[in-house]
């Protein structure tokens, strides 16, 4: 069993920062792409920023010049250094990420619970 677990979200001033975590456990193998996405209410969840295994990232236009994606492989773990936020940036925020588990061939992607963002002006 996968799981994924975020954590550092919470209230903060417009102009302010946060920094979520996503840690993943369980019978892992290897983990390919790791993500974050963002829903706000009545809205399409959407990419907030994405790494690959080899570190490469991608980024959202909103997200672009003030956050950044990193990961921390020996932890099975990835992060969103959020800066400059805005009550825009407000929603519930979603790691997801692209697992081989243990005795599984091929790779499967995994979401957490999601934690919350919001952003007062």
């Known amino acids: 069993q996968v799981q994924l677990v975020e954590s550092g979200g919470g209230l903060v001033q417009a102009g302010g920062s946060l920094r979520l975590s996503c840690a993943a456990s369980?019978?892992?193998?290897?983990?390919?792409?790791m993500g974050w996405y963002r829903q706000a209410p009545g809205k399409q969840r959407e990419l907030v920023a994405s790494?690959?295994?080899?570190?490469?990232?991608n980024y959202a236009d909103s997200a672009k010049g003030r956050f950044t994606i990193s990961r921390d492989n020996a932890k099975n773990t990835v992060y969103l250094q959020m800066d400059r936020l805005n009550p825009e940036d407000t929603a519930v925020y979603y790691c997801k990420a692209r697992i081989n588990p243990i005795a599984f061939v091929a790779s499967y992607e995994y979401w957490g619970q999601g934690t919350q963002v919001t952003v007062s002006s």
């Open positions: 369980g019978s892992i193998f290897s983990i390919n792409d």
């Open positions: 790494i690959g295994s080899d570190g490469r990232t």
